[in-house]
């Protein structure tokens, strides 16, 4: 196999200490016995019950039973690869960090590719939004570019998550619809929140349904922070551009596909790395100076909107390749976990209020996913580098740490000896001026929900826009509430009013010149509606 070729990344010699080849090799029971029977149990006489006392058959039948884990709450359809970033040239007049300034490096990554709303054994091919998640396995410590293959995200704060992925997740009685949009639920939200138009019309658009995971792009979305060596900050957003090119398939292309081969995006992956044709993405920036941060009529920190391209060229940085495999998907590409929050020096969080919870939700979540705060030693989790502090005990412990003491500070010997300077590498959070009122509302610019979907609208070739007035009229055509449709219609208009005059066609609903639902639950119900 092709893949097998290229030489091993630093992630992948790591993981090869846990590989374990089976071939050939005499069945063992979980503690070295070799076995001789694993087809018949153990029973008193030919016809007899079978016994209690049989071990081999517990053994296995009790490990079978718990064979599954909890899905991902939300992007639990993925698939994952290996391979490798490296860098055009370095970047140290933005980043310190590593991986960002050595052109000599071959960081490892693992790559997994998701859609958001089905369920692990859902279709490919659903319109949907896709999950683009890149661990980077430095010297430094592991670094986790957690985004989609769309630049903008459905909410501007994270406290409306749960309420997002419930309307877009199927129905609590019925657990119908599947399908990621065709929801009453869904518009039901999309229309009362109109934060969520901006990423929906994306979700409308060809974008929705790519061709491939190879021809996708990656966006990290939220504003980022580099830091230099010298402590300068500059925001940044994070942008993955496909070598391939990005394509889509149209909507009855869709539907065929999936009926034909639901996991045709994972095949397509898997054999186009196992062919030796390797998908590459470059790695792009767009930079604005800190004092450049109020510079635009959209706040920076408004996951919502994007820096439109002509404002703010995209800086390509370096290339990633996707050159292998995984050796087996439930160790690696269903127990990696992903977070925001692991970063290295050079890299910082910006006050996106999206970004900020999401430093809390995602190891909370795999807390009860893979279930113990030692997940970071799982394979495929576990650092290139070694790691050391006090935390100790829990459930899979598999490490034993050495020394009667586990606390700082310490003057017996044995616990963590010593903190780390700047100079030595360690994490420093840049230093922020924050001189503000505990509020909950947020800058004026985050309630302008309609510019940026109409921008993306108008970028758009004719057969696109027709693509997206296709795709309101079926989806809308599924909800079962007229007030519904007719409150998106409403919000299409404000959009666009040719492409909203297309859908109530379609639909055979007039659009509403007003509707009488507050538009803006987004911010609050102490927040003035009419100012908006
Ligand atoms: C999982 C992206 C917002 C909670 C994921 C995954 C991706 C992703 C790509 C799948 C990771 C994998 O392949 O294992 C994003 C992006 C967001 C966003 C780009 C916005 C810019 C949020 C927010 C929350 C959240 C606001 C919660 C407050 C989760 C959870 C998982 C997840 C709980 C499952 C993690 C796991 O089980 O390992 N997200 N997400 N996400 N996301 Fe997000």
Redesign the pocket.
């Known amino acids: 196999q092709e893949n097998k070729k290229q030489p091993d990344t630093d992630k992948i010699a790591d993981l090869k200490k846990d590989y374990k080849d089976k071939t050939g090799k005499p069945l063992t029971t979980n503690q070295g016995l070799k076995v001789n029977d694993t087809n018949n149990s153990l029973k008193s006489g030919e016809r007899g019950a079978t016994l209690l006392e049989d071990f081999l058959l517990r053994e296995k039948i009790t490990n079978f039973d718990h064979e599954r884990i909890p899905e ?4 639990a359809r ?1 698939s994952g690869a290996h391979g490798h970033f490296e860098l055009y040239k370095s970047m140290d007049k933005y980043s310190k960090a590593g991986l960002f300034t050595d052109t000599n490096r071959k960081t490892s990554v693992f790559v ?1 590719f ?1 859609t958001v709303a089905g369920s692990k054994g859902s279709g490919d091919l659903a319109r949907d939004v896709r ?3 890149v661990k980077f396995y430095n010297p430094e410590g592991t670094w986790d570019l ?3 293959n769309m630049p903008i ?1 459905f909410i501007q704060d ?1 406290i409306k ?1 749960p309420d997002l992925i419930h309307s877009v997740k199927p129905e609590p009685h019925r657990e119908i619809p599947q399908a990621a949009s065709a929801h009453d639920t869904f518009y039901d939200f999309v229309s009362l929140s109109t934060e969520t138009l901006h990423n929906h019309i994306w979700v409308m658009s060809d974008r929705g349904i790519p061709r491939s995971f190879r021809m996708m792009e990656g966006f990290g ?2 504003t980022y922070r580099l830091i230099n060596e010298a402590g300068k900050s500059h925001f940044v957003k994070f942008h993955w551009k496909p070598l391939l090119g990005v394509h889509s398939v149209t909507w009855d292309e869709a539907v065929k596909i999936n009926g034909a081969d639901s996991d045709f995006h994972r095949r397509d992956l898997w054999d186009a790395i196992d062919a030796g044709h390797f998908p590459e993405w470059e790695l792009g920036f767009q930079i604005v100076p800190e004092e450049d941060e109020h510079k635009y009529d959209f706040d920076l920190l408004d ?1 919502t909107k994007l820096i439109p391209e002509e404002m703010v060229p995209v800086i390509k940085v370096g290339k990633m390749t996707l050159n292998r495999n995984p050796e087996n998907f439930f160790a690696e590409t269903e127990q ?3 977070l925001p929050g692991h970063i290295v020096p050079g890299i910082d969080f910006s006050n996106d209020p ?1 970004l900020q ?2 430093l809390f ?2 190891r909370d ?2 807390l009860s ?1 893979l279930g113990s705060p030692n997940f970071h030693q799982i394979p495929i989790n576990r650092p290139i580098v070694e790691t050391h502090n006090n935390e100790r005990d829990a459930h899979m412990q598999t490490s034993i740490p050495k020394g009667k003491t586990a606390y700082f500070p310490n003057s017996i010997g044995g616990g963590c000896p010593h903190l780390s300077k700047i100079s030595e590498g360690a994490f420093h959070t840049h230093e922020e001026r924050i001189d503000a009122k505990k509020i909950r509302t947020r800058s004026e610019s985050f309630s302008d929900h309609y510019s940026q979907p109409a921008l993306f609208y108008r970028s758009l070739a004719d057969w696109e826009k027709d693509h997206i007035a296709g795709a309101y009229t079926f989806e809308l055509g599924k909800c079962t509430y007229p007030h519904i449709q007719e409150r998106m219609l409403y919000h299409i208009n404000q959009i666009d009013e040719t492409l909203a005059k297309k859908v109530a066609e379609g639909l055979g609903l007039k659009i509403p010149k007003k509707i009488d639902q507050p538009v803006n639950q987004a911010i609050g119900a102490d927040a003035d509606v009419e100012k908006h």
């Open positions: 991902r709450v939300v992007h993925g997994r998701s999950g683009f998640a957690v985004g989609n995200f994270a998550f979305i939220h996951p990696v976990a992903f999206l919870g999401r939700s995602y979540t795999q996913r």
